[in-house]
């Protein structure tokens, strides 16, 4: 629940809202909420959300395992416990190790086994932080990812940075569970 934008009930919805948060929860087993409640108070922009979110999480020709190592990265960065409890679950399934998930979570580099995937924390870090990256760190990641796998992971990046900031700017809450990243700093 927001705390902040209040999420729309079916009866409040218009028809084209109440059409896109059907496609939106046969999709998703934690149902509709989050940035996705945001979103549908712009049925033109909760469809383009929705296609591209089917994109990200489906379609691209990332590995999961690559995929969800960068949401993973992505949303803690941003600090976003409501993405970040519907991805670890699906990070540790596509084969992430539990040590780097928690590493992650508290914002310290994982001492990763693959180097497809220090590769790729390293890319998406430096990204992220200082909104560029280095010539070294780009060769680096191309080693492991083509130019298509690329630009999808930037792409990837970018529809979490989104959702992220729409749970962030709302003060959407992680769905009953306790805020990983509050944890972190001894708040309850």
């Not at 469809?47 to 969800?68: D, G, H, N, W, Y």
């Not at 769905?175 to 990243?181: S, T």
Request: proline letters at 4%; charged letters at 30%; aromatic letters at 8%.
């Amino acid at each position: 629940m927001s705390k902040r934008l209040p999420h729309l009930t079916i009866a409040e919805m218009s028809d084209e809202q109440k059409r896109i948060y059907d496609r939106m929860a046969a999709g998703r087993a934690r149902g509709v909420a989050g940035p996705l409640m945001a979103f549908l108070r712009n049925p033109e922009l909760a469809e383009i959300a929705l296609q591209l979110s089917e994109f990200c999480r489906k379609r691209t020709s990332l590995p999961m395992r690559l995929s969800e190592l960068a949401i993973l990265i992505t949303v803690a960065e941003w600090k976003s416990g409501f993405q970040w409890h519907g991805h670890e679950k699906l990070a540790l399934e596509s084969g992430i190790d539990q040590a780097v998930i928690d590493a992650i979570r508290r914002g310290v580099e994982p001492a990763f086994a693959k180097a497809d995937e220090a590769a790729l924390y390293r890319f998406v870090t430096e990204l992220l932080r200082e909104k560029s990256t280095s010539d070294r760190t780009f060769k680096n990641v191309s080693e492991h990812l083509d130019r298509r796998a690329l630009v999808e992971l930037i792409s990837v990046l970018g529809y979490y940075i989104m959702g992220a900031m729409e749970v962030r700017a709302f003060a959407e809450e992680p769905g009953g569970k306790a805020d990983p990243f509050c944890l972190l700093q001894g708040e309850v």
